[in-house]
């Protein structure tokens, strides 16, 4: 138990400096979260709270991404100290750069495979010609660019109204704007699985093979797709006020309460509004916007509560490893899984052979996935940790 305690003393104490104990936390966290869920053993065996939720209604897994877009608006934010004496032209250009980056960062995950198990298999035609055009990384470059020129074009209020607007744009649109499919029959007001404005858009741009849900009727869609970009980018803005809360020189113990108090808020209201505006994440609907701003706000009042307040950090230590390097880790563990899922072994993948000969056979179905998972996350963290050790941090 002590050489925990000292291995956690010794990451907080290299904590690079200028660095933001608890969104560093938050946003390892999250990125571990996403990582886990990402990975099971097998897709047949996931425990329910580790899926997406099929449509309508969210799980705890729905909530991770979000909270991660809701950090990314904070620290941008919180970067602005740092870039006062820059041009806004310079902190234009250095955020196109990054977001183009980000964007060429999610292109080569989506392209970083070959089915070595398939003959037949033509990277041509089944993954060049196909290329999905969307992602998690894609979409954080996307929204990270819009609302940095939101920002800085934009004081508290115009912040403010820009979340609000979109979110209220993007509802307008969804439940007025008409739309037909290629026989001619003429939809509006709906916000089903392949049937909505925003599918539709997906469909008509972006093409029914070039997203992630290619088998849907009668509009192919992407969960990140082009429209619900918006109230996406309304969730960065509200970390972006976040941030701008944690600025202010009130007292930490009113910005705390004000967070659990918003968040406890947001939450209520989503939750009050569900029937009539589905949450639902993959349209990244406005109720979704408050449901996940709203409870990343809690975890963020906790966690400053903790840090802050109660000085205790050490509990955060292994999450700081993954915070402050997360795109390399999100990188590094999007690799690895997919050199797990191409090479061949005994007929199958190299993942699903040591699934269905190691932890299956030893612990099971639902709970040999999960331990598969968890491994893969641990195998990760030695790899992350060695990169933290020696300071090397991956600035995109």
């Known amino acids: 138990m002590g050489g925990i305690r000292q291995h956690c003393y010794a990451i907080l104490a290299q904590q690079p400096k200028g660095r933001f104990l608890a969104l560093d936390i938050l946003r390892g966290v999250a990125i571990m979260a996403m990582v886990l869920v990402n990975n099971p053993g097998s897709w047949q065996y996931v425990y329910a709270p580790l899926r997406h939720a099929e449509w309508h209604g969210w799980t705890p897994t729905d909530l ?18 740092a870039k006062t004496t820059l041009a806004r032209s310079d902190i234009i250009r250095q955020g196109a750069v990054r977001a183009l980056k980000l964007y060429a960062l999610g292109l080569f995950l989506v392209l970083f495979y070959y089915n070595f198990r398939d003959p037949a298999y033509s990277y041509l035609e ?8 969307s992602g998690v990384l894609q979409r954080i470059g996307i929204v990270y660019f819009c609302t940095l020129l939101i ?35 003429r939809f509006v007001g709906l916000w089903e699985y392949g049937n909505n404005f925003a599918a539709w858009l997906d469909h008509q741009v972006l093409g029914p093979n070039h997203v992630y849900f290619r088998e849907a009727t009668p509009f192919a869609f992407d969960p990140e797709g082009i429209f619900s970009t918006l109230p996406a980018i309304s969730s960065c803005l509200i970390g972006v006020l976040i941030a701008q809360l944690l600025q202010s020189s009130r007292p930490l113990h009113f910005k705390i309460r004000i967070l659990m108090l918003a ?77 797990l899922a191409m090479l061949p072994v005994a007929g199958t993948s190299l993942g699903a052979w ?9 612990l099971g179905n639902y709970p040999g996935s999960l331990a598969f998972a968890c491994v893969f996350l641990l195998l990760s ?16």
């Open 64 to 81: 991770i991404f979000p909270a991660f877009i809701v950090m990314v608006g904070m620290a941008m934010q919180l970067s602005f100290t």
């Open 126 to 133: 089944q993954k060049l010609l196909t290329v999905r055009w």
């Open 263 to 339: 968040g406890v808020v947001a939450v209520w209201i989503a939750e009050l509004l569900h029937p009539a505006l589905a949450i639902n994440k993959s349209l990244w609907t406005p109720t979704f916007v408050l449901l996940s701003s709203g409870y990343t706000a809690l975890l963020l009042g906790a966690t400053l509560w903790l840090t802050e307040i109660k000085r205790y950090r050490l509990w955060g230590a292994p999450f700081v490893v993954f915070g402050v390097n997360a795109i390399l880790f999100f990188m590094l563990a999007g690799v690895a899984a997919r050199v």
């Open 151 to 185: 920002v800085l074009y934009t004081g508290t209020r115009g912040r403010i109204v820009w979340a609000l607007g979109l979110c209220v744009g993007y509802f307008a649109c969804m439940q007025f704007m008409p739309y037909s499919d290629a026989q001619g029959n």
């Open 381 to 396: 963290y030695v790899v992350m940790l060695w990169c933290y050790r020696r300071g090397y941090l991956f600035k995109v």
């Open 354 to 362: 040591l699934f269905s000969h190691v932890f299956q056979p030893l």
